[in-house]
């Protein structure tokens, strides 16, 4: 997830927290809401997971299909990074889910 994203969910949050506890949007949230939402910003994270996959993949098929310009090395590796982005995505997950809980457990 690149930097500029994660700076607009937080300022998303922000511009939420503000209306939840009764104010107005924060006069320097107000133009970065609009700029992405969390829904596009889940999108491209999931998207470039998959991407990562398939990359993986497709070097993985080409070693074993015997390609030259393939090495082991080369094909551990982006297994690896595979590996390590679906297991961060997991746990992104996995604390959403647990944020919501708590959010939904909450007395009003």
């Known amino acids: 997830m690149k930097i500029s994203g994660v700076d607009n969910l937080l300022a998303e949050m922000r511009a939420a927290i ?6 107005a949007l924060p006069k320097d949230t107000e133009g970065a809401t609009g700029a ?3 829904a596009s910003v889940l999108k491209s ?6 991407q990562v996959q398939n990359h993986a993949e ?5 070693f074993v299909m015997g390609d ?13 990074k595979a590996n390590i982005s679906f297991q961060t995505t997991v746990q992104v997950r996995n604390k959403v889910i647990a944020a919501y ?7 009003v």
């Open 18 to 23: 503000a209306v939840a506890q009764g104010g």
């Open 36 to 38: 992405t939402d969390f």
């Open 45 to 50: 994270s999931l998207d470039s997971v998959a």
């Open 58 to 62: 497709a070097m993985q098929r080409a």
């Open 68 to 80: 030259d310009k393939v090495s082991l090395s080369d094909v551990m590796i982006d297994m690896q």
């Open 101 to 107: 809980n708590d959010i939904m457990n909450m007395q």
